[in-house]
């Protein structure tokens, strides 16, 4: 049978965002700033070091980086046993932009993939997997799950302007789509000349931030659950 909902009862019960910004800007920190207990977060770790994290007790998984296919499906297999739903409600996996050059890494190991005539092939398969990855994730029903993403600079005519930094120009053009809620993260200096962390919402002030949710000022403060509050309301 057909069931019939009205769009006024429809309630988003998950937060799903990607996290985009420099590097040193403080993305990973980020964490720190999700709502109490830390004890139901888990880190999905590409990232070489968690120092940033140093004086907390969240719980990490490290993507193993020989395998990392292999690995990123057996944690996402372990995340959907019992256990593993009782105990954890968030997921922030750190980074995309580490895990994508390790699945590159790891495709031109392989005899197959890794011969020169290839080449083209190789990034259709390495677009194959990553959006698997990513929308598998995103899509799990029982969390709300962060990604991070690198951001860097790319000449686009005369001008200097902000990218996704990931190999592979279909995953770089196709990654924003992929999510309702795009926050660029980055630092500004007030006319004192104090450091500012803010998040950007806005398409207008970024061409990487995204918000369709409608809840979030142009420029929110550094603080996840503040964001998660509006979003989820």
């Not at 769009?7 to 799903?16: E, N, P, V, Y």
């Not at 046993?81 to 495709?107: G, R």
């Not at 200096?189 to 369709?212: P, Q, Y």
Request: glycine share 6%; net charge negative.
């Amino acid at each position: 049978m057909i069931q019939i909902k009205k769009t006024s009862d429809i309630a988003q019960r998950r937060f799903i965002a990607l996290v985009v910004g420099p590097s040193g800007v403080g993305k990973t920190s980020l964490v720190r700033t999700l709502p109490e207990p830390h004890e139901n977060i888990l880190i999905i770790s590409a990232e070489a070091g968690l120092l940033c994290l140093k004086g907390t007790n969240i719980d990490v998984v490290e993507i193993d980086p020989n395998t990392p296919t292999k690995s990123l499906e057996d944690i996402y297999e372990a995340l959907q046993t019992k256990d593993f739903k009782s105990k954890y409600k968030y997921v922030f996996i750190d980074s995309l932009t580490e895990i994508a050059q390790l699945i590159v890494a790891e495709l031109k190991r392989d005899p197959h993939w890794g011969q020169a005539k290839n080449a083209l092939q190789l990034w259709g398969k390495f677009n194959d997997i990553m959006t698997m990855i990513i929308k598998s994730y995103r899509d799990m029903g029982d969390y709300s799950v962060i990604f991070t993403c690198l951001s860097s600079q790319d000449k686009d005519g005369l001008e200097m302007v902000d990218v996704f930094n990931l190999p592979g120009s279909q995953l770089k053009s196709n990654l924003k789509a992929f999510f309702d809620l795009v926050l660029h993260y980055n630092i500004f200096v007030d006319e004192e000349g104090n450091k500012h962390r803010k998040l950007i919402t806005d398409t207008a002030e970024s061409v990487l931030a995204k918000d369709r949710s409608g809840s979030l000022e142009a420029y929110e403060e550094a603080d996840l659950s503040v964001i998660i509050n509006k979003v989820l309301g």
